[in-house]
């Protein structure tokens, strides 16, 4: 491997090339987000009018002179291939390239499979960013502090409340100069309660290195497996990373690399005081829609709809659907290409999918209405609002974990005057009858 | 008979001669509930936009009756108003009989002995919370025709083993033998419907002390062969509860569409689904409702637009906002329903309740005054 160490000049940055990466996954990924993921993957899902990726794209666009977009993940290369032609276009400036692997080699194993890729054009540093994140992107503020303290890394940090924390990787930095002085992943015990955005900028001279020598050192002693705390039993340990874990190219950022990057580099946080949440679970899309809607709505976006007596903002409207006057929207709402709306129709807090209809006077709360799927008159298709704090999609209703937010897969039927609470369920199913609580198969 | 036959357990009773009645109202569950839910007493709570009380003077003094007595445990002064005005009305006499402790379902008659017993006249007693077509004139032909003691109306019922059943006495058809209290194996199907028709001479067996009709005083006189039944056509309710409030309701209002009543709102009426719909008239309905079937509106009610009402009772000054769902429910008097509310299996509305936009209710039982602004996902009472 060679390694090209690139002039330096910090006076202003803006000669450094700079790079970014997307991690996307692949559809062994984001079992978490069905049944929405059983149609789509997950990156292409759709959040305040655009794809859960190209939210990342436009935080990267922002940053001058990115030239080179690359897009890792373990999806067919024909998956990105229509929303890679429509981002080129869109941001002409910036390349964008996707990166296949052909077996899951973890977040930092991706990266260094791709680093011929990565290094091509030279770039000092790159920005790492996960697909599965929802957040403002202060990309800017991060090189910001990387330029300021000559760093080799840059993490994005935020806080949350002390007993979420352990959920996540946790980060303890001086409070001065914001280095990095532990990490660790998702610790049984408090450590502390600012976490890992899943947000990275690494200098290329940094990073790479780090990995090898990870790899070096995995092949010399076992590695020590960090133990997930109960609530993410299931999700962080058994359900995808079981087989994975075996094979040993497989090399995670947060496991295998940051740790060390903490010990010996000059690895600083920024601590963003903006909105952050991960997009996991599919009821997680409600909140991450509000979230981007919000943004757009406070930087005076021009896609959202009207304000008015039954457009309570923000509020997306696709311009090829049809959503009656007297229908009454928002606020957090989105609805997709050709989707009807009835009159006196109600929809708060909700994503409405392509052509799905929702007849008149059906009231959606709270839910995510799938492609296609048919919502009767009368009807009410409900979730339930978790605290705007929470980093959970579900809540405990009759002592039974259920998912809050209500979601109807693909070409799902609602009938009249039928009523659906806090519900997940699959694609094609026809619902009748009242139902509550429940995972429809 | 104890707490579960259907009438023993509300009391609002009336006896009558061709001259008298009798009504008490002492349930102290009756009474929390009146105090609770609705507020006003349950006589003059509306019944198909009629108070209770009016639908029972109303054929008593159809029948003849011209004395009325209120068997009442407290004297509801809010009736008073009320009563003065049926008085004028139908021509009768009211009287309360106030009763100091509660003395049964029997005692009361005892109490009121000296009105009841004035003279040979048979009287009518009956249960306040009993809604049917009241046929008092031909009970008091057939009890005058059988000439013993005591007639009381039965109902045919589906399931006998909930009820105390009457068994008559071999190759009579009236008769009365015996009661059979919840029966485990099949021995009828008709059952005490709460309505009597009977002789003076009754009040002779009754002492005055808390004791029960239907426990004492019926067994009394089936021993001596003097009680006979007297088959109930038509619809029978026992309206206590709010759940049979609301299928009391679908009853009556079905029988008024049999009657081809022309209180009914006309089923070709472009809101109206599936029939058996009373609005009063000086209701407003917005555009684009689907209302019925089973739905009585009162009077100054006012519903939005696109409102889907079916199975329910909307009292007086009550408003249902637009595209609102309401089924299985009674909302109470000036009571207010937001948009896009649903509530549904037996929800009770007291007085001036407000339901946000939005808010589910399932099975709420929601006092006077309160404003309710999260779901009410569970049957439950909201204080």
């Known amino acids: ?441 | 008979m104890k707490e579960d036959s259907p009438h023993s357990r509300r009391w609002l009773r009336h006896s009558s001669t061709p001259s008298r009645t009798l009504s008490p109202v002492h349930d102290p569950r009756m009474r929390a509930r009146r105090y609770s839910t609705l507020t006003l007493p349950k006589p003059l709570v509306e019944f198909g936009n009629k108070r209770m009380i009016l639908h029972q003077i109303e054929a008593l003094a159809e029948a003849g009756v011209t004395d009325i007595v209120l068997a009442v445990n407290y004297r509801p002064e809010v009736m008073e108003k009320y009563l003065a005005e049926y008085e004028e009305r139908f021509n009768v006499k009211i009287t309360f009989s106030i009763e100091t402790e509660p003395l049964g379902t029997a005692g009361p008659l005892k109490l009121a002995e000296e009105i009841l017993g004035k003279d040979d006249a048979p009287f009518f007693v009956l249960n306040s919370d009993v809604i049917c077509d009241y046929p008092f004139a031909d009970l008091a032909a057939f009890h005058k025709a059988h000439g013993d003691e005591g007639t009381i109306i039965v109902t045919k019922v589906e399931e006998p083993s909930k009820y105390g059943v009457v068994v008559h006495k071999p190759n009579h058809a009236s008769r009365i033998d015996r009661f059979v209290e919840k029966p485990v194996e099949f021995v009828g199907n008709r059952i005490n419907a709460g309505i009597y028709i009977l002789n003076p001479s009754v009040l002779k067996r009754i002492d005055l002390r808390p004791t029960s009709i239907e426990q004492e005083t019926f067994p009394a006189i089936c021993a001596d062969g003097q009680l006979h039944s007297f088959d109930l056509e038509g619809f029978w309710m026992d309206v206590g509860q709010p759940k049979d409030f609301l299928s009391g309701t679908c009853l009556y209002l079905s029988s008024l569409t049999k009657k081809g009543s022309k209180l009914l709102t006309p089923p070709n009426t472009p809101y109206v689904h599936g029939g058996n719909v009373l609005i009063d008239p000086s209701a407003k309905i917005g555009k684009n409702c689907r209302i019925g079937p089973n739905v009585t509106i009162g009077p100054d009610v006012i519903v939005g637009d696109g409102v889907r009402l079916q199975r329910c009772v909307l009292l007086s000054g009550s408003k249902v906002k637009d595209h609102a769902w309401v089924k299985s429910t009674i909302v109470g008097w000036n009571s207010t329903i937001g948009k896009w509310a649903r509530l549904e299996n037996v929800s009770v509305l007291g007085d001036d309740v407000t339901i946000g936009d939005e808010i589910y209710v399932n099975g709420g039982s929601i006092l006077p005054h309160k404003s309710i602004k999260v779901n009410v996902d569970v049957p439950s009472i909201i204080m």
């Open chain 1, 1 to 441: 491997m060679s390694l090209q160490i690139p002039n330096r000049s910090k006076a202003n940055g803006s000669h450094a090339a700079t790079k970014a990466v997307i991690l996307v996954g692949g559809p062994s990924r984001g079992t978490r987000f069905r049944p929405l993921s059983l149609d789509l993957p997950k990156p292409l899902f759709e959040v305040a009018g655009h794809p859960i990726v190209w939210h990342c794209l436009t935080a990267i666009a922002k940053v001058p002179h990115i030239q080179e977009v690359c897009m890792i993940g373990y999806y067919d290369e024909s998956v990105f291939r229509d929303f890679i032609k429509d981002a080129s276009n869109e941001f002409p400036q910036i390349k964008i390239v996707y990166l296949r692997e052909y077996q899951a080699l973890g977040t930092a194993g991706g990266l260094y499979h791709f680093r011929d890729a990565i290094l091509k054009g030279r770039p000092e540093r790159f920005f790492v960013l996960n697909a599965d994140v929802c957040c403002s992107f202060p990309l800017n503020d991060m090189l910001k502090l990387f330029e300021d303290r000559d760093a080799e890394a840059v993490i994005l940090g935020t806080r949350v409340s002390e007993d979420a924390a352990s959920n996540f990787g946790c980060i303890v930095s001086d409070a001065h100069t914001r280095r990095v002085l532990h990490y660790v992943e998702k610790p049984e015990s408090h450590i502390s309660n600012l976490i890992n955005c899943g947000v990275y900028l690494f200098a290329t001279e940094c990073i790479f290195p780090s990995i090898r020598s990870a790899i070096k050192k995995r092949t010399e002693r076992p590695r020590l497996v960090s133990y997930p705390s109960s609530e993410n039993l299931e999700s962080s340990f058994f359900q995808d990373d079981d087989d994975e874990e075996k094979k040993n190219e497989v090399l995670r950022l947060e496991q295998d690399i940051l740790s060390d990057l903490a010990d010996s580099k000059q690895f600083f946080v920024y601590e963003t005081k903006d909105f952050w949440r991960q997009i996991k679970t599919a009821g997680s899309a409600v909140p991450a829609n509000a979230l981007y809607l919000q943004k757009a709505w406070q930087t005076g976006s021009k896609e959202l709809a009207k304000p008015s007596s039954n457009i309570l903002p923000p509020v997306f409207i696709h311009p090829t659907a049809h959503v009656d006057p007297s229908a009454k929207l928002g606020p957090n709402v989105s609805i997709g290409p050709r989707a009807v709306v009835g009159a006196g129709v109600r929809i708060k807090e909700s994503i409405v999918l392509e052509d799905a209809e929702i007849k008149h006077d059906a009231c959606v709360l709270y839910s995510i209405i799938g492609w296609s799927s048919r919502v009767g008159a009368w009807a009410r298709v409900e979730g339930t609002p978790t605290p705007v704090n929470s980093h959970t999609t579900s809540i405990i209703k009759n002592g039974i974990k259920v998912q809050s937010i209500t979601i109807l897969g693909k070409e799902c039927g609602v009938g009249d005057e039928v009523r659906v609470q806090n519900c997940v369920c699959l694609p094609f199913k026809e619902l009748k009858r009242d139902v509550a609580n429940e995972v429809i198969m």
